[in-house]
């Protein structure tokens, strides 16, 4: 009888088809045009080498199978620099954009080196692409593997977490300076960071030039394998991959997830006026979506649409995602305008698009957290609704609606219970569950949550476009004096309302995302599109951590409580039927006076009683039922506790309007609610208590 063995952990990286493949006598480069007549490789000895050191033709005949030109080059291996060169047609009426000259970086590259070069000639000369071995030691690395349900996104900036001088650290705005703020993250109780994009993006302007306005934020993509050459701290070519692995693996040995925004829906070649940089100057009918032949179709705002339903198109996307997945151990994606991926080759939202479901049931991709932001910029909105049970999605309604609901709109305490119970109202008639529903109140795109709470009006004259930029609608207010202020009345209510927005988040059923610094209400003065902004208007104030020390242990105790409170994370929706074992309701809704709630009244206050999940759904009885007090009057209010819970043994875990350290009880030891179950909340302020464990 044959005995099983143990084996190693097995290493395994992920070979695309096309790009540079390294074999032990040379390097394959393979590449894909069908309209092509012509194709070089250029191969370059140093990244600031103006001319290739050689020159070598495709042979149409013998190095071209089908519409892949591919061919072995012997003796050089990786780190060698190379770009292609693609003769063709001049047609843009018919969609070709052939330009012999230009020097075009291959749509496959796992690294680029350098940066633009100043052209006296006309020739734009982009970043070389780099050869790269993806050989690695991962000592055993593997994905974490955390449910949906029990996560806490945490969304940041690579290079903002730790390039402002406050950081004090020894690889400032790098991959390596992540690794020196994890015991932060691990404090603060997060559970995945959702990194804004790391693929590639041009750093200056394409004729070498340095930019008015950067692009900070990354959403402008030229290589969607290769991360990030300007967040490498190391200057070598291709240090960024190691680099970049070596963040992954250190974040995963501290039990932390990385999810990668990618932005599979244009690039930064813009529209007909921009330049040929790579994808234009190999298959541009295939890789945009056209109008009329020369014209960019613009779903994106940023010029240009990728055709991700074309089956090359969406073929590169596949690759893409299983090469962060097998080669960086990434954990999952969010996808950035993903509305886009709904669309067909002529632009028309269609039902099941073929990309949507092939991410949705590419086995390589099982285990990876898939995350959808479901809108474009051309008019789609897809919230609820957006591919299979498999996505999940950046809940847009849940951010508009507690905004409103705490800003003191009328007509919102409805929407307000909806959120907090999961969003049902948009996931539960597709099979989905409450984890589809990724809530957050702020994110990149928008005010701080101290600027929400701080400012009425965007504030974004430093970027440039006369206040013209961002959005207009953003539900915020500043109750009474528009920005900083020493004024006493109007910053308690500003801390009051941080708390009650933070608290509301963390208590939806659903899955939350916290920006990086609202823990520590990090500001941007107002700007609410700080896309420009490489500056302290961005970066992370580390100050702020020692500053607002109360705020960050606020937040740490409700990440704390989430995270130990199967009763805020249920993997199925609240019912209001009873509990199985128990005569109490899953969720009750109450009116301040203790009475069932009407949902017609008009002041926006309530009670909510949510039960502990039933044995079977926590088998080690860590559930606690929760009371939830919530009055975003501008009113102090008397609240009744409910018949509910007055033969339960409450205790105060929170209470927004105190100072601290009595506004939170991490240890669920506060003091107990007045023996007449009597309580008075002041004006936009909430409370919460929990039952203790011997009354469950």
């Known amino acids: 009888m044959l005995m099983r063995q143990p084996c190693p952990p097995l290493q395994f990286s992920y070979h695309a088809p096309f790009g540079a493949t390294v074999h032990e006598t040379g390097v394959q480069f393979s590449v894909f045009s069908r309209s092509a007549t012509a194709m070089r490789l250029l191969l370059y000895n140093h990244i600031d080498d103006r001319e290739p050191a050689e020159s070598i033709d495709f042979d149409r005949d013998n190095d071209r199978w089908g519409d892949v030109w591919s061919l072995v080059v012997p003796g050089i291996g990786p780190g060698q620099l190379y770009q292609f060169q693609a003769s063709g047609p001049w047609a843009p009426e018919q969609g070709h954009r052939f330009d012999s000259a230009a020097r075009l970086i291959d749509p496959y ?7 633009y070069q100043k052209s006296t000639d006309g020739v ?12 690695f030691d991962w000592e055993g690395d593997r994905h974490v593997r955390r449910p949906l349900s029990e996560s806490v996104i945490y969304e940041m900036h690579v290079r903002g977490f730790t390039q402002s001088r406050s950081a004090d650290s020894t690889a400032p705005g790098s991959y390596l300076g992540v690794i020196e703020k994890i015991p932060y993250l691990k404090s603060l109780g997060v559970t995945a960071v959702e990194l804004m994009p790391v693929h590639e993006f041009p750093i200056r302007g394409i004729h070498g030039e340095r930019l008015r306005r950067p692009n900070y934020w990354g959403y402008d993509p030229m290589a969607f394998f290769a991360p990030h050459r300007g967040y490498a701290h190391g200057t070598s070519p291709g240090a960024q991959v190691n680099e970049f692995k070596t963040m992954i693996k250190a974040l995963h040995a501290a039990g ?3 999810i990668l925004d990618v ?3 244009h690039t930064c070649e813009g529209n007909e006026n921009g330049p040929t940089l790579s994808f234009k100057g190999l298959e541009n009918q295939v890789y945009y979506i056209l109008s009329e032949g020369r014209h960019y179709s613009n779903y994106s705002g940023c010029g240009n649409t990728v055709n991700g339903n074309h089956p090359v198109v969406r073929e590169m996307i596949f690759h893409c995602l299983r090469s962060w997945v097998h080669n960086y151990h990434i954990d999952g994606f969010r996808f950035d305008l993903a509305s886009i991926l709904s669309r067909d080759r002529g632009g028309n939202l269609v039902p099941n698009p073929p990309i949507v479901e092939l991410i949705g049931e590419d086995p390589l991709l099982s285990d990876t957290k898939i995350i959808a932001e479901a809108w474009d910029a051309a008019g789609a909105y897809q919230v609820g609704s957006f591919g299979t049970p498999r996505w999940a999605e950046w809940n847009g309604r849940y951010r508009d609606d507690v905004r409103a609901f705490w800003r003191g709109d009328g007509g919102t305490l409805g ?11 948009l996931y539960h008639h597709s099979g989905r569950m409450p984890a589809s529903s990724i809530n957050f109140i702020t994110s990149h795109d928008g005010f701080t949550l101290n600027d929400l709470v701080s400012y009425k009006e965007k504030h974004n004259l430093a970027n440039g476009e006369e206040n013209r930029d961002g959005d207009n609608h953003n539900i915020s207010d500043n109750y009474g004096v528009e920005g900083t202020t020493r004024r006493k009345v109007v910053n308690e209510v500003r801390t009051r309302q941080i708390k009650n927005m933070l608290t509301t ?7 939350p995302m916290l920006v990086s610094g609202d823990e520590v209400r990090r500001t941007q003065r107002g700007n609410n599109n700080a896309y420009c902004q490489d500056n302290d208007t961005s970066w992370f104030d580390w100050k702020l951590v020692n500053k607002n020390a109360d705020m960050f242990r606020f937040t740490q105790s409700l990440i704390q409580f989430r995270r130990s409170q199967p009763t805020v994370r249920r993997t199925a929706f609240l019912t209001g039927q009873p509990i199985e074992g128990r005569a109490v309701p899953d969720v009750c809704w109450y009116a301040p006076d203790g009475n069932p709630l009407d949902w017609g009244q008009g002041e926006l206050a309530m009670t909510v009683f949510i039960a502990a999940p039933p044995r079977i759904d926590d088998p080690e009885g860590l559930g606690r039922d929760i009371l939830m007090l919530f009055n975003s009057t ?4 008397q609240y009744v506790l409910p018949a509910v ?20 009880f991490p240890l669920l030891n506060g003091p107990k609610p007045p023996k007449n179950h009597t309580i008075k909340l002041v004006p936009h302020s909430m409370r919460v208590y929990v039952s203790e464990p011997s009354a469950i």
Do not use: K
């Open 415 to 425: 929407a307000l219970a909806t959120r907090l119970a999961g969003s049902s109202d």
């Open 263 to 265: 932005v599979f829906n």
């Open 109 to 115: 590259a796992d690294a680029l080196a350098g940066t």
């Open 505 to 511: 988040l963390m208590l939806s059923q659903g899955v």
């Open 634 to 637: 501008g009113s102090p209010m």
């Open 645 to 664: 819970g007055t033969s339960l043994n409450w205790t105060t875990f929170l209470n927004t309007a105190a100072e601290s350290p009595h506004d939170i």
């Open 124 to 135: 734009i000369r982009p970043p070389r692409c780099v050869v790269v071995d993806h050989e």
């Open 256 to 258: 932390i997830e990385v």
